[in-house]
């Protein structure tokens, strides 16, 4: 019986290594450190709902006159006082403003296709926070047919340890279970 414990302990620590090894890469490679995108031109600049330090980024892309739209995934959500200002029509740029169904990535990424197909958009730039850059890419590509880009923008840090866990678990869902738009 002790042979089977040191055998079975031997097996163990290697898998259990590799496993931790490939979650690292992971984190690093997919959530902290993705790889981002910023065109110099865009039909619409998307974005995503979650945290509100996104708007921030998107309005500097707006300053940059990336697009010529700025579309807000729930803009009307209560205490979101920014997008509420610029969903009433408070900008000097096109502002559209729409709550998904479903509300999530998946959800947003569908709203977006439907808003792009209506009005003839070819590229649209979404901004979210960099640890949601891959998934968000990964959701948009498979739901649009518009050339997507994706940027990442400030979050709060306290975030981080809820996310590399979360996302990497996200992320895996997506690319194995979840695998169309």
């Given at each position: 019986?002790?042979?089977?414990?040191?055998?079975?302990?031997?097996?163990?620590?290697?898998?259990?290594?590799?496993?931790?090894?490939?979650?690292?890469?992971?984190?690093v490679r997919f959530v902290l450190w993705p790889v981002q995108q910023s065109p110099r031109h865009a039909d619409a600049v998307v974005v995503l709902a979650g945290d509100h330090l996104r708007l921030g980024k998107a309005l500097e892309?707006?300053?940059?006159?990336?697009?010529?739209?700025?579309?807000i995934s729930d803009g009307r959500a209560?205490?979101?006082?920014?997008?509420?200002?610029?969903c009433r029509g408070a900008a000097r740029f096109?502002?559209?403003?729409?709550r998904p169904d479903p509300y999530s990535t998946r959800g947003e990424a569908r709203a977006v296709a439907q808003m792009?197909?209506?009005?003839?958009?070819?590229?649209?730039?979404?901004?979210?926070?960099?640890?949601?850059?891959t998934r968000a890419r990964l959701l948009f590509d498979r739901c649009t047919h518009a050339r997507v880009f994706v940027t990442?923008?400030?979050y709060r840090r306290s975030l981080i340890p809820l996310e590399v866990f979360?996302?990497?678990?996200?992320?895996?869902?997506?690319?194995v279970v979840a695998r169309g738009c």
């Open positions: 019986m002790e042979r089977i414990d040191a055998s079975v302990r031997r097996l163990v620590l290697p898998v259990v290594v590799v496993l931790v090894g490939a979650w690292a890469v992971v984190v892309l707006m300053t940059r006159r990336i697009a010529p739209t700025l579309v209560p205490g979101w006082h920014e997008a509420n200002r610029l096109r502002v559209l403003c729409f792009a197909v209506a009005r003839g958009w070819r590229s649209v730039l979404v901004v979210t926070s960099t640890y949601h850059v990442g923008s400030t979360l996302e990497p678990a996200k992320l895996a869902y997506a690319l």
